[in-house]
């Protein structure tokens, strides 16, 4: 009889795959941020403009400003409002981002005449306290309705009127005059790169795969998610719809809505489909990215690709090294079963997969990290090679579990195939360790290694 000894199988499964930080490849673009609305005429709403209003001066926005054809008006609520008087609506760049230029949509209405002591109203339009465009809108007959834009600097742009005379004065007309925007739009740099987790990871895995995206932005916001397997883009998704697709594809710069992105989201659904990969180990990376081109890698690691499920045949019975079935009518005693009942059944040729069942604390280098004394369920299938076809190992086939600490290597306990030749262990400790999950026969031994940090306090992430 002839034995021999297969080289060792090695796969880890994981549930979870938490962190990354790696800067993205590509430098970032710069951002438009468009409020009320964008840049082909989309009505955005007013959200991410602030109306701001002082003395005789009235910000307010008509019942289908952005939504309809108008904007948001700034004017006064008297023809001759007093001195220190204004009304405007301003824009903020969102935390992390640099203003690099201001823009307005804007259509002045004039104050009529006649001209009365103490004039002009004026409109103003500037960027972190420096004006960009000021007029006098007695004189706004010479300044048509239209864009104007601006290098800025600062936190903010806003635009709208003033009287900017002293206080007891007044800036008299024969009608208040007004400003109409129909879109204020922040040019912004955005420098810092998303963070992010990753669930649902499994290896091995087979077919279609749900991964779990979980990721924060300090900047302009998140966009969308991508999976790579073996650098080839396989599954892609959108962190937020808002942001994923340019408001105006036919410029360089990325077009979003001042409203944001979202900062935060979790549990992003991106799903894979692993059908046409080979079987075998694969180099899977997630990323995920802002409205500005900044890119991270949320997870970068391998990926193990199963074969299909082994086909089950009618159980027959073997003698180690004899491929042959037995003849008609033999005693069968499960699959992959060797030995006569009563006895512990055997199983050529094993091959061994186990894979932690519930999510850790997080991963670290490649090890679980788990809580100590804490109860972990771990799951896995043993299948047995019957001349060429494989098949799940027969009830009752023992599977030990070793641990490794240090250079000392110990068995602590065991447990035995169930139908399918699936197990299930739970499992708890106090001490960091390597664990070791091994089947041994007289035709081979596969083993999975599994290594784990036990810490006493849930660690953040």
């Given amino acids: 009889m002839a034995i021999r000894i297969t080289r060792l199988t090695r796969i880890v499964g994981l549930t979870w795959a938490v962190f990354a930080l790696s800067a993205g490849a590509a430098p970032a673009r710069p951002v438009a941020l468009w409020g009320c609305h964008g840049p082909l005429g989309q009505p955005l709403g007013a959200a991410g403009l602030t109306a701001a209003q002082a003395g005789d001066g009235v910000a307010f926005a008509a019942a289908d400003a952005c939504e309809g054809a108008t904007g948001l008006v700034a004017s006064f609520s008297r023809a001759d409002p007093a001195g220190g008087s204004a009304a405007s609506w301003r824009a903020d760049t969102p935390n992390h981002t640099i203003l690099q230029g201001a823009r307005v949509v804007r259509a002045p209405t004039m104050a009529s005449g006649p001209y009365g002591a103490g004039s002009p109203q004026r409109y103003r ?25 601006g290098p800025a600097s600062g936190a903010s742009a806003a635009a709208g009127v003033d009287c900017p005379r002293p206080p007891g004065e007044r800036c008299v007309a024969g009608a208040p005059g007004a400003l109409t925007i129909s879109a204020l739009v922040l040019d912004v740099d955005d420098p810092t790169p998303p963070r992010g987790s990753v669930g649902g990871l499994r290896s091995p895995v087979r077919g279609a795969l749900t991964l779990e995206v979980d990721a924060t932005d300090e900047g302009v916001g998140l966009a969308t998610a991508r999976a790579i397997v073996d650098g080839v883009p396989v599954a892609h998704a959108a962190l937020d719809a808002r942001c994923a697709a340019d408001l105006d594809p036919a410029t360089p710069t990325f077009d979003a809505p001042l409203s944001g992105c979202a900062q935060q989201v979790l549990r992003v659904p991106l799903a894979l489909d692993l059908s046409g990969q080979p079987v075998g180990v694969h180099h899977l990376e997630v990323r995920v990215a802002d409205a500005a081109g900044n890119e991270a890698a949320v997870y970068d690691g391998e990926l193990a690709v199963a074969g299909p499920d082994p086909v089950l045949t009618p159980s027959v019975t073997l003698k180690v090294g004899d491929p042959r079935p037995a003849p008609p009518g033999g005693a ?3 699959a992959g079963s060797t030995t006569a009942p009563g006895t512990v059944p055997q199983c ?9 069942d519930q999510r850790p604390l997080r991963v670290s280098h490649g090890r679980l990290v788990l809580r ?3 109860r972990y369920r771990f799951r896995g299938r043993l299948t ?3 001349g060429k076809v494989r098949h799940s190992a027969a009830r009752g086939v023992p599977v030990e579990v070793l641990n490794r600490v240090g250079r000392r290597t110990f068995g602590v306990t065991g447990a035995t195939t169930a139908t399918g030749g699936r197990l299930t262990i739970i499992l708890s400790y106090r001490s960091s360790r390597t664990l ?3 089947h041994r026969s007289t035709s ?13 306090k849930t660690a953040s992430r």
Avoid: Y
């Fill in 125 to 149: 339009f500037g960027a972190g306290g420096a004006p960009i465009e000021s007029i006098n809108l007695l004189d706004v007959w010479a300044t048509p309705p239209g864009t104007v834009a």
């Fill in 332 to 334: 069968a005693h499960g």
């Fill in 348 to 356: 050529p040729r094993p091959q061994l997969s186990m894979a932690i």
């Fill in 372 to 374: 100590a004394k804490a």
């Fill in 384 to 386: 047995c090679r019957v």
């Fill in 436 to 438: 070791i999950f091994r």
């Fill in 444 to 456: 081979g031994t596969s083993q999975v290694r599994i290594s784990i940090t036990v810490v006493r």
